[in-house]
């Protein structure tokens, strides 16, 4: 195989256009740092009860903590979903990436909570950038096929949170050499990306940006749902390992593996799901998505007494999880010009992290009234009323990218 990461005259479309093994090649090549983002989010989620004690901190620094990684998100996903339709996808995906690669290890081996502070805020920079550049350049080549586009994201990402438990267990209360194989595996994710995915993504009309071509209906009422999903994920990944391992006292093996459900769900699940989006429309899957993510939430604290209740629930919250998102991005770009699909995927991000800026601060506040109360109200009263928005947004029959490619065939 040519290495095509090196021609200066192909493009990602025409290149995944070339053949099925061209496409197979893209999608996986594009959504490895989607394994690389869940890895790295679950190795620290459930490392932390043992990395913030390591470094002198309290139980309100894994708020704290979980708040500055979602900043970095936040800050940076808009840029990295403007980049995608200014310049070149694959030069701001490398550069993210090696960001990225650089904070994870340093995670492992920060010494006080500044350390600790600034790497996730560093990985969160890093993510923040390839996250919406790669959901719209999966979303935009395969225009068509959105829905099982990007659920090649959301399936390595369930991918990256189902192991990284289960590599970290062994280890604690010793967390270093889990970050180094992150970091280890994030070099081959570079080399691969720069090997196989050429510079120019697509050749379009640029167009100037607009409020009036970025606001419609399913923007605005997606994005105050990601809000409150924002919400309920961050209250989840900043407090869910430490409700396992130290109020409910569950043994290291046994949260592993039930942590590791919010990983299998997504998954199992992320694919047949986006399959399904794009035959029944995305509008309803969004729905169901965020469904599953309203049952996990109530479930996880206000119904699971057992271990494998809650390993049902978490599965449940897991496979809206793994979907949800992915899927909102998409629903989004059907709705928007397709010369800037990478400026609203980047707003969506940046919408959804500023919900996610709450999650961890509103459990820490709630928390002095116990931890059941916090987790109902942060996952389970923002989770339900993000579903209930999904109802109000417009099925899109069309997406504008097929009217261009017609016009210039």
């Not at 708020?63 to 310049?87: C, E, K, P, Q």
């Not at 947004?393 to 210039?408: G, L, P």
């Amino acid at each position: 195989m040519n290495l095509i990461g090196l021609s200066q005259t192909e493009s990602v479309r025409s290149v995944s256009k070339r053949s099925k093994m061209m496409f197979i090649v893209i999608v996986i090549v594009s959504a490895i740092p989607a394994f690389l983002e869940g890895f790295d989010t679950n190795l620290y989620t459930f490392g932390s009860p043992f990395i913030v004690p390591d470094v002198h901190g309290t139980v309100a620094l894994l708020g704290m903590i979980a708040t500055g990684y979602a900043l970095g998100i936040a800050v940076f996903s808009l840029v990295g979903g403007y980049l995608f339709d200014r310049f070149s996808v694959k030069y701001t995906i490398l550069l993210s990436v090696i960001i990225f690669t650089l904070f994870t290890v340093f995670t492992g081996f920060a010494t006080t909570p500044i350390t600790l502070m600034i790497s996730r805020f560093m990985v969160g920079v890093g993510v923040g950038m390839f996250q919406p550049a790669i959901i719209a350049l999966l979303g935009d080549i395969f225009y068509e096929t959105r829905g099982r586009a990007v659920s090649a994201f959301a399936v390595f990402f369930g991918l990256g949170l189902f192991a990284s438990p289960y590599l970290i267990s062994p280890f604690l209360p010793h967390f270093q050499v889990p970050f180094v194989i992150s970091g280890a595996f994030s070099l081959v994710s570079i080399l691969l990306f720069y090997l196989f995915v050429p510079k120019t993504y697509k050749r379009i009309e640029k167009r100037q940006l607009s409020l009036k071509g970025i606001i419609n209906r399913n923007v605005l009422v997606m994005s105050i749902s990601i809000f409150l999903f924002g919400i309920a994920l961050f209250g989840y990944l900043g407090y869910y390992s430490d409700f396992l391992l130290k109020v409910l006292q569950l043994p290291s093996s046994t949260a592993a593996s039930i942590a590791s459900m919010g990983g299998l769900g997504g998954l199992i699940c992320a694919f047949p799901l986006g399959a399904l989006a794009d035959k029944v429309g995305r509008k309803y899957i969004v729905s169901f998505a965020s469904f599953l993510i309203a049952m996990g939430s109530v479930g996880m604290f206000g119904i699971a007494k057992t271990p494998t209740e809650l390993l049902i629930a978490t599965f449940l919250f897991g496979a809206g999880w793994g979907i949800y998102v992915d899927l909102t991005a998409t629903l989004c770009q059907d709705s928007v010009d397709d010369s800037i699909a990478g400026t609203i995927t980047g707003v969506i991000f940046l919408v959804f992290n500023i919900g996610a800026l709450f999650g961890g601060p509103l459990f820490a506040l709630l928390k002095p009234m116990g931890f059941v109360f916090a987790g109902l109200v942060t996952l389970g009263v923002s989770s339900i009323l993000s579903l209930i928005l999904t109802f109000f947004t417009r099925s899109e029959v069309e997406t504008d990218v097929i009217h261009k490619e017609m016009a210039m065939n």
